[in-house]
Every structure is written in structure tokens, then in C-alpha cells.
């Protein structure tokens, strides 16, 4: 891998404010042309990981090298090169569509014949044609969530940060824009997202699962749940609740949450046969069926995270 | 090259189209002078008229009743009561129906005779009954302005009771009044208003403006593109520039119209002068905005400067009148320098050469203004 297919290197990253570390020591190397995924709670430092490297947040320890520029310091330069979608809406509810990509536009430097050229092309892509005279603030939330990326994208920057982007967006629309974000990375964009959504990690190419403040595993999500310390078994049957309350803290056993009507539980990886395992447990008592299946992302972030670590 | 230009621009369309959305902005920025000017310019006046008096007459005569009416011929009281002792008098001063009262003693007429102000000759000095007044004023002094109204009675002349003809006395100095001669009080607070007016409204707006950013979570969006703080502060402070100019255009016209306000012949001086004036007071906005966390924040800090501006500046009180240190709290407020600039430029057909200082003063507050409120606007979130 050679240096210049690196984004993002950031080290011994910290924040903290008046003495708590939101980010605590964090190690980031991104690569160019993926989505880069933060995948964590509310809470667990994503947003401010992220707004350190975009330079709007003063690390308090470590170094953060974005496109090649040292940030805080050339944060100014590096805005040219990057764009940003903020968690919540930030453009201006009381100004059209069009008015909105056009003041960015400017902002950002583009004038003239080229700047009508972009705004037609990016409005044809994220569908805001009829749009245009529409008030930002009076649009649905995926209509709002285009126009953000489309802001975001006008200055077709390198490197795409974007906060939390689907959080107020119904499930149609959001698979729309993972197929846009993708448009977007086929064309050489690097993009780094947070999220909390399970199904969105796994459309990440790789992904760090953040918990307060600290990274607790990278890679690819495959990578992950194949190198997860666990076995994944899921339990049928009646009284499931009183079968995980039984479960929960007894040997063997990291984690157990119900799925409907079944009982999904993750057996230390160390144990070589988990279905028997399971099935002669008296805790298991009254279950009709115990049977292991693949294991996914949110079981990784389970094994990753909280009670799962220990 | 051109993209500080250009930038500055985009912010300043971007602000004018928001202001012609927000109609009730839009709405003030017309009707707060209009309705200061009709309100303030009628209603302030420093010349005291009819002061509510009672009168306790002890005398009853004719000689009595002729003083009274005299007295109210001045329109500087009006008796709305009539009493019979001293401790009602009292009374009707404590309960606020009166201002004053005026006492006219049993011995009224051989006071009168005495009297020096009715004009009878001049009794010999060491005649103790001469120093004797003819009637006593009891006058709630807690105003000073009221009190300083009825003072000027005090030797109001009494030949008139003998049918001569008043004013024969020769004043020691002669007094010409240069400027106003009618001594109309609208005459210099409607040009003082033009000051008060902007004040108000352009650090209101402009302190508004940073914080609203920031309130409606713009700011994270803003700060994340390479715009430079100046160029967002000086995109932000033009449309109020507009916004200035066509309230003073509106407060000195319908001054014109309504109280007679004249005009020199300075328009360039004035535009001038009121252009800093204006610069001066939205790169304070500006500062403010820079400080305040919140809109109300913003407000409560433009109120702060808006009430010694009006009370300071010498829009409503002689600057000359004020202790030293307050002159020097009152010099440091835009608004004192603007209330001489323009009444001389209204009033006194004064140039921007004869008021320099000021108008350096302004130029300086400006300047320094936007770079501290550029220096203070970060484009960081801690």
C-alpha cells in the first residue's frame, strides 16, 4: 500500500472536555476509494472523531494527516478538498433549493457558466430538478437528506465526511442514498460515515466499532465476523425470557437477546461444539430447537462491546 | 482572485433573501421609525406647559384672584384645585393630583403694595417689610424639570396689576438664539432620533446574526466551507447598510413634513457621517453577536448599549450636564458622536471637517469592530 492511497491517518487521537475523554487514543488509517465506517452508540465519540478531522475540533493529544495535510493546521486548505453533511440539517430552511446549492456554490468557488453547469448536474443526480424552488424547510427528510449531499458533493471533493446521514430518513430512501454513495466511491470518492445502524455498517467496506471513545475492532465487516470470539446459537421455545434470564451470566455464555421469537445467543468461541453445549445446559430447559446459525454485524458489535468484552 | 469578492456576495444575497422572508423583520425595519418618529417627535418636549397646581387663597380679594389668573396666563401651571389650608395642599402634592401649590397669604395686598415687582416705587432697602415675596409656591421638587418651570416664575413682574405695561426693565444680557429660535423641542430630537433609531435596529439585527446561525444549527455547515470569518462578516452587514440608510431617509423626510425640520445644505456630509454611524454601530452588533450564546442573549446585550445611547449620548439630557466620567462612558458609545454630527449637519449647517473627531472616531469604532469580531469569530466548535 502506498502512502498517497492513504486518506485519513490519525494517532493517538484525544479529546476531552473539562477532564471527560470523548475520544480516548484512537489510531485511524484510511484507505482511498472505501467507506469507511464508524459504527457505535450515541455517545461513544463517532461525531467527534469526526470532527477532529475535519478540523473543527482542536485535538487535545495526537496527530491527524487528512488527504496529506496536517489538520488543525491546514484545516483551511483541506476545506477545498472535502465535503461535510452534518448529523442534523444545516442548510437554510428559508431559502429555495436552488438558492441553497447556489450561495455553497459560491462559497466554494465556482462562478459563472461553470457554476449553473454543476448546480444542473447535481440536481439532475439526486433528483431535485423539481425541487428547485422548493423551501429547504418545508421538504421530507429524504428530500432534505439529497439536497445535503448534493451541497456536500458540489465541489466534488476528494473526501466525503458525512455524520449520522440516514438518522431521519425512512428505510427507501435510505437504501437509495447507499446506492448514491456508491455512485460517489466508483467516481474516486473516499467516503467516511458514522452510524448506529447495524445493516448500514455492513454496507461499509470497512468499519471500526467505537465504544466510549475507544476503537474496539476494524476491518471488514466479513473479516469481523469471521474472526469473532463467539458462536452464534439461536434457541426456540416457549418462556424464552425466562430461558435468557437463566442464560445470561452462566458459564460459557457472552451474550443472549431475544429476535422475535427466537432466542439468539453468543457462546464463547473457546466452547467446540455449542449447539451440545447448549442443549445440556439445564438453563436451556424447555426449548424446541437449538441450532447454530452465521453470525452477523450487530453480533460482532456485541462481542466487541460492553458486556459482551468483560 | 476573486472569490473573497465573490463569497462576499453569495453572504450577502444569502441575506437579503432571508431578510425579504422574514416579513416581520422587513415590517419593523419601516415601522419602528415611522412610529418613533410620529410617537417621540409629538410627544417629547422640554418646554413644560400646564402643570397641574391648587391654589390656597387665604386673601380672597380681587388683588388675589387677579394674581391667580395671571399666573395661569403664563401656561406654565393650570390650577385644578382649589383648597383651603396648607395641610390639604400638602395632601394633594403627596397624592400626585398636583405638582404644585400656590399659597397667597391674608396680607396679600400690603405685600403686593411693597413689592418691588408691582412697580410702586422703590422703597428704601433697609425696609424689612419690602424683601418680603407676595406669595409662596410649595412645589413637589422631587422633577427638576417641573420645579425649575415654576423657579421661573419666581420674579415674574407684577406691574401689571397696576395696569402698566410689563417687561419695562432693561435684561442684563441680551440673549440671541441661534439655530431654534422658536425653541421647539422636535427641532432637535428628531435628528437625535436618526441616532436612537439606528442604534436600535442595526445592532439588533446584526447582533442577531452570527447567534441565529448558530441557533438554527447553520453554523456547523458554515464553518466547514472555506469562507473567512471577515468576508462572512462583512457579506452580513451590508443589507443592514441599505437598511440604515432609507430609515434615516425616512425619519429626516417625514421630520421635514411633520415638525418643519430644515435641512442644510450638507447632504454629502450627512450621508457620509451616517454611513460610519452605521458601519460603527453593526460591527458592534457584530462583536455582540460574536459574544452572545443565544438570540435572547443577543438582545439583553443590545438593550445594554441602547439605553445609555439614549441616555448618555445627549439625545435626551445636555452632554455638558453630566459629570466628567460619565462624558468619557458617553464618548465611548457611537451614538454620542453621531447626536453631534448630525444636529450639526441638520441643524447648524455644519461640515464633516468641522466635526472631524467624531467622524474619525466612528471610522476607528468600525474598524476595530470588524477585526475584533472577525478575530473572535471561530471557525472551530471548542
Known sequence: MSETDIVIRAEGLVKSFKGFRAVDGLDLTIERGMIYGFLGPNGCGKTTAMRMLTGLLTPTEGTVEVLGLSVPKDAETLKYKIGYMTQTFSLYGDLTVRENLNFMATIYGLTGKKRSQRLAEVMDCYALSDLGERFAGKMSGGQRQRLALATAVLHEPQLLFLDEPTSAVDPESRRHFWEQLFDLVEGGTSIVVTTHFMDEAERCHKIAIMEAGQKRADGRPKDLMAAMGANVVEIEGPNLRDIRRRLLGSDGIMAAAQLGARLRVLVRQEIPDPETFLKEKPETHGATLIEKVRPNLEDVFVTATGEGRQ | MMRPLSRISAIFGKELNQLRRDRMTFGM????????????????????????????????????????????????????????????????????????????????????????????????????????????????????????????????????????????????????????????????????????????????????????????????????????????????????????????????????????????????????????????????????????????????????????????????FPYEGMPVIAQYIAEAFPATHFMRMIRGFVLRDASLADLYRDAFWMFGFFVLGMIVAAFRFKKRLD
Open chain 2, 29 to 316: 425595519v419601516i415601522m419602528i421609525p415611522l412610529i418613533q418618529l410620529v410617537l417621540f417627535g409629538y410627544a417629547i418636549n422640554t418646554s413644560i406647559r400646564d402643570i397641574p397646581v391648587a391654589v390656597v387663597d387665604h386673601s380672597q380679594t380681587g388683588l388675589s384672584r387677579i394674581l391667580i389668573q395671571m399666573v395661569e396666563a403664563t401656561r406654565v401651571v393650570k390650577v385644578t384645585e382649589r383648597l383651603n389650608n396648607v395641610a390639604e395642599a400638602e395632601a394633594a402634592i403627596k397624592a400626585a393630583r398636583v405638582r404644585a401649590v400656590f399659597f397667597l397669604p391674608d396680607d396679600l395686598s400690603q405685600r403686593v403694595a411693597r413689592s418691588p415687582a408691582a412697580g410702586l416705587g422703590t422703597p428704601p432697602s433697609t425696609d424689612e417689610e419690602t424683601s418680603r415675596p407676595v406669595a409662596q409656591w410649595v412645589v413637589d421638587g422631587s422633577d427638576t424639570m417641573i420645579a425649575s418651570a415654576i423657579k421661573s416664575l419666581r420674579n415674574m413682574p407684577l406691574a401689571e396689576l397696576n395696569r402698566q405695561a410689563p417687561n419695562r426693565s432693561t435684561p442684563t444680557f441680551e440673549v440671541a438664539l441661534f439655530y431654534n429660535p422658536e425653541q421647539r423641542t422636535a427641532i432637535n430630537i428628531v435628528p437625535g432620533l436618526v441616532g436612537i433609531i439606528l442604534t436600535m435596529t442595526m445592532i439588533m439585527f446584526t447582533s442577531a446574526a452570527i447567534v441565529r446561525e448558530r441557533e438554527r444549527g447553520n453554523m456547523e455547515m458554515l464553518i466547514n466551507t472555506p469562507v473567512r470569518p471577515i468576508e462572512l462578516m462583512i457579506g452580513k452587514i451590508i443589507p443592514y447598510i441599505f437598511i440604515g440608510l432609507i430609515q434615516t431617509v425616512i425619519i429626516l423626510g417625514l421630520g421635514h413634513v411633520l415638525f418643519n425640520l430644515p435641512f442644510g445644505a450638507k447632504t454629502l456630509d450627512l450621508f457620509v457621517g451616517t454611513l460610519l454611524f452605521i458601519g460603527a454601530s453593526l460591527s458592534l452588533g457584530l462583536v455582540l453577536s460574536t459574544i452572545a450564546q443565544s438570540q435572547l442573549q443577543a438582545t439583553q446585550m443590545t438593550v445594554f448599549v441602547l439605553l445609555p445611547s439614549i441616555l448618555l449620548s445627549g439625545f435626551m
